[in-house]
T-cell receptor
Framework: DAGVTQSPTHLIKTRGQQVTLRCSPI?????VSWYQQVLGQGPQFIFQYYEKEERGRGNFPDRFSARQFPNYSSELNVNALLLGDSALYLCASTFFRADGANVLTFGAGSRLTVL | GIQVEQSPPDLILQEGANSTLRCNFS?????LQWFHQNPWGQLINLFY???GTKQNGRLSATTVATERYSLLYISSSQTTDSGVYFCAVALLNDYKLSFGAGTTVTVRA
């Protein structure tokens, strides 16, 4: 079984550009979440999508957007890149337990460097 | 939002040593996960443990939900245990995990 796959693994952009990151969840999982991890810190929640609908959004500007496709894969878009957007972007596939807990399994991440 | 504090921030171990990592959280949770982030950035699930005790090989974890803390035990540490260990929690039916700042573990041969 394939785990969570993310692409690209590394990319370099310049300020003002736009970037699209891609994620495919574990087969059978219908929800993906996106997290940003700045160097030296824990991951911060950006979005969660379930059945193509946005379920939640973290404290990120409108430059960040995402969508989920019918096959449950997802894209994260960031416009007008800033130096501070340099980070590891993590996608998580979500399994919903009967008790309401969301158990996350993460992909290897996309490391974005903004110059 | 919920606060998550991990201690110690850094831990240096000699191979074969045992250690305990702690996670304190500020509210009642129904989701607590421990992750290990390897040097390449991959976050690997260790435990889903909102309460009770679990063991997986040389690793074990205990969560005392009523006292709002969790402990991760590493026994007979190996160099491959090096990395950052994160505790992450969520409130009932919450869709997002809140992460602590992590404990950086370095195991020396």
């Amino acid at each position: 079984d394939a785990g969570v796959t993310q692409s690209p693994t590394h990319l370099i952009k310049t300020r003002g550009q736009q970037v699209t990151l891609r994620c495919s969840p574990i087969s059978g999982h219908k929800s993906v979440s996106w997290y940003q991890q700045v160097l030296g810190q824990g991951p911060q929640f950006i979005f969660q999508y379930y059945e193509k609908e946005e379920r939640g959004r973290g404290n990120f500007p409108d430059r960040f957007s995402a969508r989920q496709f019918p096959n449950y894969s997802s894209e994260l878009n960031v416009n007008a890149l800033l130096l501070g957007d340099s980070a590891l972007y993590l996608c998580a596939s979500t399994f919903f337990r009967a008790d309401g807990a969301n158990v996350l399994t993460f992909g290897a991440g996309s490391r974005l460097t903004v110059l | 939002g919920i606060q998550v504090e991990q201690s110690p921030p850094d831990l240096i171990l000699q191979e074969g040593a045992n250690s305990t990592l702690r996670c304190n959280f500020s509210d009642s949770v129904n989701n607590l996960q421990w992750f290990h982030q390897n040097p390449w950035g991959q976050l690997i699930n260790l435990f889903y443990i909102p309460s009770g005790t679990k063991q997986n090989g040389r690793l074990s974890a205990t969560t005392v939900a009523t006292e709002r803390y969790s402990l991760l035990y590493i026994s007979s540490s190996q160099t491959t245990d090096s990395g950052v260990y994160f505790c992450a929690v969520a409130l009932l039916n919450d869709y997002k995990l809140s992460f602590g700042a992590g404990t950086t573990v370095t195991v020396r041969a």
